[in-house]
């Protein structure tokens, strides 16, 4: 079994109000240090890989469910294989 | 003309679209159940607001994957009017009927009121009978309705005549160009945010959503002959 987690994120390009209202909230705790926030979430799959690769799968699942690209991207860790 | 509105898991303003259609148009109009797996006999699909599936992992993503989903497709397909409000709209971007994505408000708050619109394109099936560039109020109530395109697909929209509504007062969402819906590039799919279905007497206060109905009735049959053709 192999434990992915996934990340998905708006684009760079894309404006993120949850991120911009957090950085607000961070500043007026007096961290002037942080000057972005972005706000995404992540999957964690549990994997027993068949005919296809991990990495197939992954790319599969996100690249058809997980991500709608017009808005979002995304990056995978694998975290531990048992 | 028969018209079918589409019930989801979780729609909420199906009864709203159908007592629009049927009591107040006089239409033919049957519910059609997201188990379904056919439209035959139909002219027209509606797909109605609410929270269909929970709006989980995204709004409308998960109603893709629903039986009547390539029943509907195909429908569109083939030249036929499908309309869809505010979740209908989502649901439409999400099965790649119509360009772009609709995301959380750049308020991050759900809004529920009233708003300025401008009948940006009254050439379509669903807008003949209003008048061009007409500014018309519709009832808006959504907390991820800020439609997003690349720049790409946004020149190209605009070039098409594909806007047909965008907000005329102050934008309520952060949606590019200020676009409250558009068509797809044959203009027989229209997917917008606000609700035209709870703008149809003068007891709710706002007629402005009648004429798109009526619009419809009176195009539609004609479309779909065409398309059969």
Redesign the interface.
């Given at each position: 079994m192999v434990n992915v987690r996934i990340f998905v994120t708006?684009k760079q390009?894309?404006?993120n109000?949850?991120g911009e209202?957090i950085t607000d909230a961070i500043h007026s705790l007096g961290f002037s240090a942080v000057k972005k926030v972005n706000v995404g979430k992540f999957f964690d799959l549990q994997i027993e890989p068949n005919d296809k690769t991990v990495a197939e799968i992954v790319s599969q699942v996100s690249e058809q469910?997980?991500v709608?690209f017009?808005?979002e991207t995304y990056h995978y860790e694998v975290m531990e294989e048992a | 003309m028969k018209i079918a509105v589409v019930v989801f898991p979780g729609s909420n303003c199906d009864i709203d679209l159908f007592e629009a259609l049927h009591t107040v148009c006089g239409a033919a109009v049957e519910y059609v159940s997201h188990k379904n797996d056919n439209l035959d006999g139909f002219d027209a699909v509606m797909l109605p607001g609410g929270f269909s599936y929970g709006d989980y992992l995204r709004c409308g993503a998960i109603a893709r994957f629903s039986n009547i989903m390539p029943a509907i497709v195909a429908f569109a397909k083939q030249g036929k009017p499908v309309f869809g409000t505010c979740n209908g709209f989502q649901i439409l971007t999400e099965a790649g009927l119509l360009p772009g994505a609709l995301k959380q408000n750049d308020s991050l708050k759900f809004v529920c009121k009233t708003v300025p619109l401008t009948v940006e394109n009254n050439q379509t099936l669903f807008t003949t009978q209003y008048k061009e560039k007409e500014e018309i109020d519709l009832p808006i109530a959504h907390a991820d309705g800020s439609y997003y395109a690349d720049e790409e697909t946004l020149a190209e929209l605009e070039e098409n005549q594909q806007v047909v509504f965008r907000y005329a007062g102050e934008n309520p969402n952060g949606s590019l160009n200020n676009i409250a819906g558009i068509t797809n590039k044959t203009g027989n799919v229209l997917g917008m945010m606000p609700h035209p279905e709870r703008a149809v007497e003068a007891i709710l206060g706002n007629q402005d959503g009648l004429r798109l109905f009526k619009s419809l009735l009176e195009n539609g049959k004609v479309a779909t002959e065409e398309a059969v053709r």
């Open positions: 708006y390009s894309v404006f109000p949850q209202t469910l997980l709608n017009n808005l | -």
